[in-house]
């Protein structure tokens, strides 16, 4: 069966210091692979996706970025944290091919706080 | 352009009660595909069940029961005799896999809390 592991599960860091957040799956092959942010209280927004290794797509222009160095590996950066980068980071799969027809399962999440 | 509106921002049961969960969708294509995910206080978000655009059969599975109508753009959601397990932030979302738009859109969510 497929999992999917995210860290760090929290983390608090200071205004302008870079972050690294960590998403593998298991268990399956050639997924597509996305980043979503949720604000306290608020709904999800797709930040990232990446329909193979080093294939990314953004939808939202902001100061973080994505990298997929393995296939089953997505990755979620930034060089300078905001304030208003605070939020709940969620990574999910889908099975990979054509039209993303397959359901999204998601991981466990990271807690970030900025201060 | 897709949308998914939740009207209902929180819902408030006691346990033992009925409660549906509306969903409305705005899509441009005739294939597309509704979901409804559970969201629990610990933050991961769970699939609960997913309809293409040509199956209107209503699914039931337990406590658990979806209500697809294309003529009103809705697939709603009902949780019989509710759970105090059963309190979350539910989420419905609408994809779009063939118009090369955003993979997955989410309604804004409900959250439901089920009083003992």
């Known amino acids: 069966s497929q999992t999917i592991h995210q860290w760090p599960a929290t983390l608090v860091q200071p205004v302008g210091s870079p972050l690294s957040l960590e998403c593998t799956v298991e268990?399956?092959?050639?997924?597509?692979l996305y980043w979503y942010r949720q604000a306290a209280g608020r709904g999800l927004q797709l930040l990232f996706y990446?329909?193979?290794?080093?294939?990314i797509s953004s939808e939202v222009p902001q100061n973080l970025s994505a990298s997929r160095p393995q296939d089953r590996q997505f990755i979620l950066s930034s060089k300078k944290l905001l304030l208003s980068d605070s939020g709940f980071y969620l990574c999910?799969?889908?099975?990979?091919?054509?039209?993303?027809?397959?359901?999204?399962?998601f991981g466990p999440g990271t807690r970030l706080t900025v201060l | 352009a897709q949308k998914v509106t939740q009207a209902q921002t929180e819902i408030s049961v006691v346990e033992k009660e009925d409660v549906t969960l509306d969903c409305v969708y705005e899509?441009?294509?005739?294939?597309?595909?509704l979901f409804w995910y559970k969201q629990p206080p610990s933050g991961e978000l769970v699939f609960l069940i997913r309809?293409?655009?040509?199956?209107?059969q209503n699914e039931i599975s337990g406590r658990y029961s979806w209500n697809f109508q294309k003529s009103t753009s809705s697939f709603n959601f009902t949780i019989t005799a509710s759970q105090v397990v059963d309190s979350a932030v539910y989420f419905c979302?609408?994809?779009?896999?063939?118009?090369?738009?955003?993979?997955?859109?989410f309604g804004k969510g409900t959250r439901l809390s089920v009083i003992a």
């Open positions: 999910a799969w889908s099975s990979g091919g054509q039209g993303m027809i397959d359901t999204q399962y």
């Open positions: 268990g399956t092959s050639n997924p597509n």
């Open positions: 990446s329909v193979g290794i080093g294939q």
């Open positions: 899509t441009r294509d005739t294939t597309y595909y």
């Open positions: 309809r293409n655009s040509f199956d209107e």
């Open positions: 979302a609408l994809s779009e896999p063939f118009s090369g738009n955003t993979p997955l859109v």
